[in-house]
């Protein structure tokens, strides 16, 4: 089975491995938190927990754009902030920086594009769309800028990235 279920190659095999990596961290204190706090049903915490995962896998196959998650990703996200010794090795070990979460939306930065970016991104790498795009969150963008060492060794061959 494909890395976190994408639909598509990466066409780079540091990347895989990054994604692995993403895919086997164990997020199972935020899941159980979040069933707890949400009273979702151990399958549908399940789910969000791979969605959130594919939303933090676009600071890999998407470096240095703004994205955008689904509503339940971002309640997810909420719960992984509030675990802050979990979130910040979480960070730290995927990312080698903190993930920042910007929920209040500076105006200047607010873009349809960047609503348009994420739902094209979900079809592009995973094959299905996300639904309801929370509201307040516009500036959330992974530690990697597109320029970086790490970005590019990183980067998705040119083949498979999604085109502008």
């Not at 399958?43 to 998407?62: C, I, N, P, T, Y």
Request: hydrophobic share 30%; with cysteine; net charge positive.
């Amino acid at each position: 089975m494909a890395v976190l279920g994408l639909a598509r190659t990466t066409g780079n095999k540091k990347l895989n491995a990054v994604l692995r990596k993403l895919e086997n961290y164990d997020f199972e204190p935020i899941t159980r938190s979040c069933s707890a706090r949400y009273g979702w049903a151990p399958k549908k915490a399940r789910k969000v927990e791979l969605e959130a995962k594919r939303f933090f896998s676009f600071a890999f196959l998407d470096p240095g754009h703004y994205h955008i998650p689904e509503e339940d990703v971002d309640e997810y996200w909420h719960r992984m902030i509030l675990h802050t010794q979990w979130y910040q090795k979480f960070c730290m070990k995927m990312f080698g920086d903190y993930y920042h979460h910007t929920p209040e939306p500076d105006k200047d930065l607010v873009s349809k594009e960047n609503r348009m970016r994420s739902l094209r991104l979900i079809e592009h790498w995973y094959g299905y769309p996300w639904q309801d795009l929370v509201k307040t969150c516009t500036q959330c963008r992974g530690p990697y800028k597109p320029r970086t060492k790490v970005a590019r060794e990183l980067a998705p061959s040119k083949e498979a990235r999604m085109k502008d």
